[in-house]
């Protein structure tokens, strides 16, 4: 079982910055990767960014690419997220995923998420 408790989020006004953390405890030795999804109302959850535990591997959504960076500690089992340059539409509420895999499995765990709001 992976716990996942995030934090940071807020309310931002255009072109100012966030930064979210997540934090994972519980059964975390095989975590392959970590990251952010979001999902605005009336909107799909999508990937907002994710990045491999062992490597360090980033990915991004375009919508996001030059904005924001992803990074870890892994001796502290947590992920953040530096949003930069927010505009509107990154208002959502941000899920922290962990995805967990050994030889025969794979498991997503999610956060409760937290909400972003970007407003004048």
């Known amino acids: 079982q992976v716990q996942l408790v995030e934090s940071g989020g807020g309310l931002a006004q255009p072109g100012g910055s966030l930064r979210l953390s997540c934090a994972a405890s519980?059964?975390?030795?095989?975590?392959?990767?970590m990251g952010w999804y979001r999902q605005a109302p009336g909107k799909r959850r999508e990937l907002v960014a994710d990045?491999?535990?062992?490597?360090?591997?980033?990915n991004y959504a375009d919508s996001v690419k030059g904005r924001f960076t992803i990074s870890r500690d892994n001796a502290k089992n947590t992920v953040f997220l530096q949003m930069n340059n927010l505009i509107p539409e990154d208002t959502a509420v941000y899920y922290c995923?962990?995805?967990?895999?050994?030889?025969?499995?794979?498991?997503?765990?999610w956060g409760q998420g937290t909400q972003v709001t970007v407003s004048s």
């Open positions: 995923n962990a995805v967990k895999s050994g030889s025969d499995y794979v498991y997503d765990y």
């Open positions: 519980g059964s975390i030795f095989d975590i392959y990767a």
């Open positions: 990045i491999t535990t062992s490597a360090g591997r980033t």
